[in-house]
């Protein structure tokens, strides 16, 4: 009983809060977790800075390690990404919910993978050029959850997440 108490509270805490969404102008947001991808699993960090009521833009630094057998060896690879973003939030167009945010946009980043010497295909670095589509959910008005989806960086395939306004 003291259970369902203490959820039943938690739910009507977390959906009587007023939260505000997207960004407000002039607005920081730190956004950290997951990526998606193939080999490893990216860990990325990032802010977002308000400039418009709907329009956002911002800089992530992402970091990912993996391992592979190649040639009757064992080799860790490890990949660095620098990333800016513009999103445009659609919250008042589509006159959205207060605690959700629903955003697209673009990135321009840069990264640069590091293998063993040994390794056919070692080193490299390129610029990405991508898109993203994504959405949050806030809790309150200050932490948020987020899902994106997008290519051309560094986490391509898509990111999980938290976010926290200051």
């Known amino acids: 009983m003291k259970k369902f108490v ?3 509270a938690a739910f009507f805490i977390f959906n ?11 607005q920081a947001q730190l956004n950290a977790g997951f990526g998606l991808y193939s080999s490893g699993i990216p860990v990325y960090i990032g802010m ?10 911002g ?15 064992n080799y860790r690879h490890t990949g660095l990404g620098i990333l800016f973003n513009g999103n445009y939030h659609f919250n008042h167009v589509l006159e959205i919910p207060l605690n959700w945010d629903f955003y697209a946009g673009a990135n321009l980043g840069f990264f640069f993978w ?9 080193d490299f670095s390129d610029v990405g050029i991508g898109l993203q ?4 959910y806030y809790f309150n ?16 395939g898509g ?3 938290v976010s926290v306004k200051f």
Request: glycine letters at 16%.
């Open 6 to 8: 203490f959820l039943a």
């Open 141 to 156: 008005e200050k932490l948020g959850i987020n899902l994106e989806f997008g290519g051309g960086n560094a986490l391509s």
């Open 159 to 161: 990111k999980i997440g």
């Open 16 to 26: 009587t809060v007023n939260a505000q969404c997207p960004i407000n102008k002039g």
């Open 114 to 122: 590091n293998s063993p010497d040994d390794y056919e295909g070692d």
């Open 133 to 136: 589509v994504g959405g949050r």
């Open 48 to 57: 977002d800075y308000g400039v418009h009521k709907d329009i956002t833009i």
């Open 59 to 73: 800089g992530e630094v992402s970091f990912r390690t993996y391992n592979n057998n190649w040639n009757n060896g």
